[in-house]
């Protein structure tokens, strides 16, 4: 799948949702509807040329709505289940997986927050070797305490100039280096 079909497929999910709510059934629950919606949406990408003049979504609508009914249908006469991790569409070669559609890139992976959260601590911890302003700016520039915010947001909060941070966070910085070397 291209870039621009990728693109197509993430900003109508929420179509794919909407239609799924109108199949609501005791067969599947609303979740597997939509996973079978997501992938007629994907066959319509592959399939749409937009030089045609048709809007995307009444382009993709038919597909979606073939595939919700076609698991309806496989649903009430088998109990066939597919992988989030299986070769979309099914029996296909490329490495397009439902999985594609269901993760968020933008998201930290979870061994990334927790070594994250593990290293906050671990400098909140040392950050009392520093005085009380370096710890503010700190704990502002590198988000240890809720959001990262730049030296400019951190001047105009703290009543400084950019440059005074920039030099406080410099000074907090060799402190910790200095206060680390000693403890090994």
Request: net charge negative; with cysteine; charged share 35%.
């Amino acid at each position: 799948m291209t870039s621009d079909q990728e693109k197509l497929v993430r900003d109508n999910m929420g179509y794919v949702v909407t239609l799924a709510h109108q199949y609501r059934s005791d067969i599947l629950s609303t979740d597997d509807l939509v996973s079978e919606g997501s992938i007629g949406l994907m066959k319509a990408a592959e399939k749409y040329d937009s030089e045609r003049g048709k809007i995307f979504v009444t382009f993709a609508a038919p597909y979606i709505r073939r595939a919700i009914e076609a698991a309806i249908n496989r649903t009430a006469t088998s109990t066939e289940v597919r992988s989030t991790d299986e070769s979309l569409p099914i029996g296909s070669r490329n490495n397009y997986t439902l999985l594609n559609v269901l993760e968020d890139p933008n998201a930290k992976k979870a061994d990334a927050i927790v070594e994250e959260d593990t290293l906050n601590d671990d400098l909140l911890a040392c950050l009392d070797i520093l005085n009380e302003r370096e710890q503010e700016v700190v704990s502002r520039y590198y988000g240890l305490k809720g959001w990262r915010q730049t030296m400019s947001e951190i001047a105009e909060d703290m009543e400084l100039k950019r440059e005074r941070v920039r030099q406080e966070r410099d000074k907090a910085v060799r402190k910790l280096r200095k206060a680390a070397k000693n403890k090994m």
